[in-house]
């Protein structure tokens, strides 16, 4: 049986929620469907030692404020799971869990969306899906020749499973350098980057990085130069245990190799290190698959948008995947205003 709701939107997460607090406030009818088992979007999946960039009040969704969590300047994932279930549970968010998303089709006036549990006809659908589920992994020469073991991001929960082992990590971003520090005293530790490593001031955070993003985006919208955003200042922010190996000498980054052995990995000038495992922090793509019978899909496989609405199907906003959607958008303190706007705008196409 088909259901019918005005708004659609899919995915529970952090940018989910935010999207269902506003349209809550607007008085917007809609429902919330998510894949996940239980709250918290991707935060429950990372690896245990991860902490956000940000103090809790910095981290925070549009109505509620993280509370402090004792004893950390900056969170960690467990906490902020606990914050989306309390903030899911407090605005009385219409979340529908173990609905998988398969594709979304045009209907007329309607957006028909398949899932796993019947289809949904709505008026407009936001598409919050964010790029967990889509890791990315480079073309590098020889990967599958490689007979040890390879994991992305996604795979990595703590060193413990890594004790006495040779791992190459790949990656010069925030991932890269936790997870490298992660490793340090437990694993026979090569942290491989493409460029040296940019580490942020000290006292830098992701309030910092928020006000870059959003200044960037403010000055490429009135046509003045582009200020390079959170580009500019840097790759890593330093957080407390990056910055205790970094000082004490253990994230000594390494230049790309050129290919993968089957025991390891060479460089351009013959220099060759054994590995037991390969951990790629290579980041991640926009989770769009539902999306493909809309053919909207451009450069870089994003679709194209004026603000968080598609251009070539205004029924249909993104949230939170990055500056393309909203400065900082991917983030929890910056997935507010572009959800806001898109509320309002969905109210206008509304009527």
């Known amino acids: 049986m088909t259901q019918h709701s005005d708004v659609v939107v899919i995915g529970g997460g952090q940018s989910g929620l935010a999207a269902g607090y506003h349209l809550r406030r607007l008085g917007i009818e809609h429902v919330i469907l998510d894949a996940q088992a239980a709250p918290g979007g991707a935060w429950q999946h990372t690896w245990d030692s991860l902490q956000l960039f940000s103090p809790a009040a910095y981290s925070s969704l549009p109505g509620r404020f993280m509370p402090a969590q004792e004893g950390e300047v900056y969170p ?12 899911e549970k407090r605005y009385e968010l219409p979340v529908q869990r173990g609905a998988w998303v398969s594709a979304v089709h045009r209907d007329g006036p309607y957006l028909r969306v398949e899932t796993s549990s019947g289809d949904w006809r709505a008026r407009a659908v936001v598409s919050a899906t964010g790029t967990w589920t889509r890791p990315f992994l480079p073309a590098v020469p020889g990967r599958r020749d490689f007979t040890g073991r390879q994991l992305h991001t996604v795979q990595y929960r703590s060193p ?87 000082d004490a000498g253990l994230l000594c980054a390494k230049p790309m190799f050129t290919r993968l052995t089957a025991t390891g990995v060479e460089w351009a000038d013959g220099a060759r290190a054994e590995a037991d495992v390969v951990i790629w922090c290579t980041g991640f793509r926009p989770a769009l698959a539902p999306f493909a019978a809309l ?25 939170g995947y990055g500056d393309w959607t909203g400065p900082a958008s991917a983030t929890l303190i910056g997935i507010g205003r572009p959800a806001r706007d898109a509320a309002r705008q969905i109210r206008d196409l509304l009527g």
């Open 295 to 319: 053919r909207l899909r451009g450069a870089r496989g994003h679709i194209a948008t004026d603000g968080t609405r598609a251009v070539d199907e205004p029924r249909l906003h993104l949230l």
């Open 76 to 87: 960690d994932a467990a906490h902020v799971v606990s914050y989306l279930a309390d903030y």
């Open 160 to 246: 413990a499973e890594f004790t006495g082992q040779r791992v190459i990590v790949v990656g010069g971003g925030n991932s890269g350098a936790q997870i490298a520090a992660d490793l340090t005293g437990t694993a026979e530790l090569t942290w491989v980057t493409q460029r040296l490593p940019r580490y942020l001031a000290d006292d830098i955070d992701g309030r910092a990085l928020f006000d870059a993003a959003t200044a960037r985006r403010r000055a490429l919208d009135v046509g003045r130069t582009d200020t390079g955003g959170v580009a500019s200042l840097g790759d890593i922010v330093a957080v407390p245990p990056v910055r205790a190996a970094r």
